[in-house]
């Protein structure tokens, strides 16, 4: 079964910085069906990014998705308050430890 | 528009039962696999158990194989998540959560529904 680590566990940034966030695979993704989520507090996780690098419908094209096999890259372009949250990586029945973006 | 409702959350003691339940609207339910995923106290999403749109083929988490059944009524558009033998670890916000046309990936879930495993 394929382990999916996330790193950095925190990221410390400020509005307006670019964040970088990494995942990468114990095994080659199949078929590249890898997915980004964000939760903020008390809420669900939301889907952004799904088939690495294709947004969901209504995220904002400031999130991005790359990468392909066992390494995998998710970036904020330009950081908005509200996007001060844990960002989860996932390959169908396995999620990430989860990448915390503070301010 | 979609909404996944979760109920049966409660406080337990160790080695009892709940059983949760997800109401589904807003999408043709029986065309959909649905899942179940925790998230215990301030840790990391953790995938419970699939079912397939048709009911058969039902797949689980090791940690809850053989303790825990999922199951649906396309009729009543409700998923199920009938847990047995209830461990403190099982203490978590239990989502439902429904896959895209895709499959895959999940792009809907529940507000979730709190298991508490204490004595």
């Known amino acids: 079964e394929v382990v999916l680590t996330q790193s950095p566990g925190t990221l410390s940034l400020s509005p307006g910085e670019r964040a970088t966030l990494s995942c990468r695979a114990s095994q080659s993704v199949t078929n590249d069906y890898l997915a980004w989520y964000q939760q903020k507090p008390g809420q669900a996780p939301r889907l952004l990014i799904y088939g690495a690098f294709n947004r969901a419908t209504g995220i904002p094209d400031r999130f991005s998705g790359s990468g392909s096999g066992t390494d995998f890259i998710f970036t904020i372009s330009r950081l908005e308050p509200e996007d001060f949250a844990v960002y989860y990586c996932?390959?169908?029945?396995?999620f990430g430890q989860g990448t915390k973006v503070e301010v | 528009q979609v909404q996944l409702v979760e109920s049966g959350g409660g406080v337990v003691q160790p080695g009892r039962s709940l059983r949760l339940s997800c109401a589904a609207s807003g999408f043709t339910f029986s065309s959909f696999d649905m899942h179940w995923v925790r998230q215990a106290p301030g840790k990391g999403l953790e995938w419970v158990a699939v079912i397939p749109y048709d009911g058969d083929n039902k797949y689980y988490a090791d940690s809850v194989k053989g303790r825990f059944t999922i199951s649906r009524d396309n009729s009543k558009n409700t998923l199920y998540l009938q847990m047995n033998n209830l461990r403190p670890e099982d203490t978590a916000l239990y989502y439902c959560?429904?896959?895209?046309?895709?499959?895959?990936?999940?792009?809907?879930w529940g507000q979730g529904a709190l298991v508490t495993v204490s004595s």
């Open positions: 996932q390959q169908y029945k396995t």
């Open positions: 959560a429904k896959v895209t046309s895709l499959g895959h990936y999940f792009d809907y």
